[in-house]
């Protein structure tokens, strides 16, 4: 599943997005919180996603870490205070992080980019699809390497950083391209990776050492994971910054600047994220189309799923409306086909399921079922008039069952707090019924704190059963149809 809380999206995926995290720190927990990207993708995100399963291994090789102490002549360091010696590391890490973006992103059009183009394994096009604006970020960050080298001292050490920051910082607004791209150009990437010719590539590739077992993908989002670091970075020089030092007021001003940056680049990166799943919503019928996915900004969290019955679903949260479909090729582009009508959010009744209570379906399928066939389901249904739906979804494991639970919740509650509605929702228990005002039963509420990993989401789709389990659909009552899901992280 990729998954995002309000409002961020550029965060280190608990997932889609795929994305793509600093290999030794997490600066997502203490920065911004999608995919999408990955998530996710979310995306990941920011889940972040029509992610595929990466061939690579998972003995990824990193580059060893440089301290200041041991790069510079150590008779300096005798004479500075610990504090001192600290926040000189913290500076030399920022500076040292530049250098090595600058490489990698150097190395991803040398190595990826001008051989693909110059032996037409994609055409200029896709290539300029999938790079997008990378080649304009190498001078903005060697413009900062430069002046950081620049105020270095002899002995090694830098006096003050901050006014370079604030002056520099504003650069960065120019991510928010090279970010709102990133969804659809993995999902180009993903797409290209069918042609054996790009399989072998990238493959051969990721067998070389200069590649330190990183994929492609694995480059093209590290200007994404340096972005939502760098609030980190910066607090760490002011905390070990003296009151008195004159660098403070400017490392404060720098860290306000540079979270404004980060929050209107996830604003942009969710918006963009949300109309790239919305165009490739495809309809069995008109009356499948709803205002509320036309209107709707953010895509709160998607994933694939499946039924009771074992049918795989790629279930979408969008602000007001939850929407089930099925991944399909579509003139050869991964579509999502509606599987049932929409179902609005404030309408929408949550229950969490106990293990075992859900029957699968088919006698055969559940006679030969074990337990982990039955584990990590919930319920959402949904009543208006005439119409009706009831849906049982899985979770691949306990952990994306509680994320699926947390996000259904708190968008809920927002669409109520919304309408005026709030004091509908009993935020420590079950939701009420909108009708009855009887309360529905749910499991635990306790929110778990959700990481987000760079580790790319499988989302590869079986399409194989699609036009049966069309057929299906149109013969089943919908009142009568759960679903099992299985969610990517």
Known sequence: MVAKDYPFYLTVKRANCSLEVP???????DTERSISFR?????????????????SSSSTKRRDSKLWSETFDVCVNQVLTSKEIKRQEAIFELSQGEEDLIEDLKLAKKAYHDPMLKLSIMTEQELNQIFGTLDSLIPLHEELLSQLRDVRKPDGST???????????PCLSSYDSYCSNQVAAKALLDHKKQDHRVQDFLQRCLESPFSRKLDLWNFLDIPRSRLVKYPLLLREIL????????DQQHLEEAINIIQGIVAEINTKTGESECRYYKERLLYLEEGQKDSLIDSSRVLCCHGELKNNRGVKLHVFLFQEVLVITRAISHNEQLC???????IPVKDLLLEDLQDGEVRLGGSLRGAFSNNERIKNFFRVSFKNGSQSQTHSLQANDTFNKQQWLNCIRQAKEMVLSAVGQAGVLDSEGPFLHPTTGSREPQGETKLEQMDQSDSESDCSMDTSEVSLDCERMEQTDSCGNSRHIESNV
């Open 336 to 342: 999502y086909q509606l599987y049932r009508q929409p």
């Open 159 to 169: 006096e003050y950083v901050g006014p370079i920051l604030v002056g520099w910082l």
């Open 39 to 55: 998530s996710e993708s979310r995306p990941d995100i920011l889940n972040p996603r029509p992610w595929s399963r990466n061939a």
């Open 239 to 246: 905390r070990h910054t003296p009151n008195d030092n004159s």
């Open 23 to 29: 290999p030794t720190s997490n600066p997502a927990k």
